[in-house]
């Protein structure tokens, strides 16, 4: 005899059926994504879905106009089928941000070209090397490993040749793993990190240390390293790699900059005429030495001959009295040291000693920088052309509205002429921090 299904119980198991099925069905259909070994070009209608489905996305904000631009979409499109053979393959896409207007908005593009990578969907500013083998081997470090494991000599000479100048090394000789993953995690965007097991005492000395456990931190476009014998809980060893993110003296460029926005500590700032001179590698080298006993401050150091738009804002060009150092906020003052003027040639050590004995001491003078600030350069936009082109504009228009009015002659004061000049001359200043289209 047939038994028959109660119509409650049908009810109830139902629903789980379908969800089981349809479990099933989302497994079965689940294909991995399409590898994309060309450069893709996104528009409003399939941005969102493409830095959905990849996990990585490079896109390149461009405008057809732009010269920069131009040069680097032939790099792009080497690099593109390179990329897409990563183990975790990262997607080249691009968006015409002059005819996508509103998307740029969305995406916070403020110049040409604008270079973000999309991980997971979630943005981070590009501002690494342009050519295609550099920009491979640079943006291979978003998708490595969070502490890579090395366990021979030969492993960390292939790391750290992997890893190349773009970023800080950490390597803790002797570490456990889980002592490092939550900080490379969080600071993995900007650092590479590994752990070294197994090493012979050739690498102790290359790395000069001789205790074990030991972080080295390692800036190889500086030829900078510095060790840490511990402590290694959290809080201390966040510290020291927040700290070694930066080489012990840095040379302020346009690039160096965009990094120094991300550290809050105040710049020791060193004004030389050229930071390229043997004279001036030697006191460079005095305030690296300075620099590993101060590190609540980061010290940096420019050649008037590098880039005198940037030391002038501290009252420094060729008729100055140099080198000199200050202290700046990376906003809009600076202070120097009263009787630390400017540093000379004989015992540079002890002076520069002084200088911070006296900062400390607040024995300092308060100045306003003549120039943008420390954002102000990373976020000015137009470039030295278009200024010319609106100042010229400007005069066209002035021009015009004085020959149709039917006013006399006046004719100004010299204090209102030398006004007018200087505003005039302030609206054209080209800032080295300006994006060149």
């Not at 889980?178 to 090493?199: E, G």
């Not at 620099?291 to 804002?313: H, I």
Request: proline share 5%.
């Amino acid at each position: 005899m047939k038994t028959r299904q109660s119509p409650l119980i049908l009810l109830k198991t139902t629903p789980l059926l379908l969800l089981l099925l349809s479990i099933i069905s989302s497994a079965e259909s689940t294909t991995p994504p399409e590898k994309i070994n060309t450069v893709l070009e996104l528009d409003d209608s399939n941005f969102d879905s493409t830095i959905s489905t990849y996990d990585y996305v490079f896109v390149d904000f461009y405008a057809p106009w732009c010269g920069h631009c131009k040069r680097l979409a032939p790099e792009l499109d080497v690099a593109a089928p390179i990329l897409a053979e990563l183990k975790k393959p990262i997607v080249i896409a691009k968006v015409n941000a002059d005819k996508y207007t509103r998307l740029a908005r969305k995406h916070e593009v403020d110049g040409f070209p604008t270079l973000k990578i999309y991980m997971h969907g979630v943005p981070t500013d590009y501002y690494g090397p342009r050519k295609a083998e550099l920009l491979v081997r640079f943006l291979r470090k978003f998708v490595a490993p969070d502490v890579t494991i090395l366990n021979s000599d030969s492993a960390i000479r292939e790391f750290v040749e992997e890893a190349g100048t773009h970023f800080p090394i950490f390597i803790g000789f002797g570490l456990n793993e889980t002592v490092m993953s939550n900080l490379a995690i969080k600071y993995k965007k900007k650092a590479w990190f590994s752990v070294a097991s197994d090493f012979s005492d050739d690498v102790m000395v290359q790395y000069d240390f001789d205790k074990i456990p030991t972080l080295v931190s390692i800036h190889p476009s500086y030829n900078d390293h510095t060790v840490s014998y511990g402590p290694f809980e959290e809080e201390f060893l966040e510290e020291f790699i927040t700290q070694n993110l930066l080489p012990l003296a840095v040379p302020i460029n346009y690039e160096t900059l965009k990094v120094l926005k991300d550290d809050h500590r105040k710049i020791a700032l060193t004004i030389l005429e050229d930071d390229s001179e043997e004279k001036s590698q030697k006191l460079i080298k005095m305030v690296k030495a300075a620099a590993s006993a101060n590190r609540d401050l980061v010290f940096g150091y420019v050649g008037v001959k590098q880039w005198e738009e940037f030391t002038e804002t501290f009252g420094a060009n060729k008729e100055t009295k140099l080198p000199k150092m200050i202290v700046w906020d990376g906003d809009e003052e600076y202070h120097s040291v009263i009787g630390s003027e400017s540093i000379e040639e004989e015992d540079q050590g002890s002076q520069i000693s002084q200088f911070l004995a006296g900062y400390r001491e607040g024995r300092t003078e308060r100045n306003r920088v003549s120039g943008p600030s420390l954002m102000g350069y990373i976020n000015s936009l137009i470039g030295v052309k278009t200024v010319y082109i609106i100042v010229f504009l400007v005069a066209m228009l002035m021009f015009f509205q004085h020959i149709t009015k039917e006013e006399p002659l006046r004719v100004g004061t010299r204090d209102q002429a030398e006004h007018a000049t200087s505003s005039e001359a302030e609206s054209s200043d080209y800032r080295p921090g300006d994006k060149q289209e």
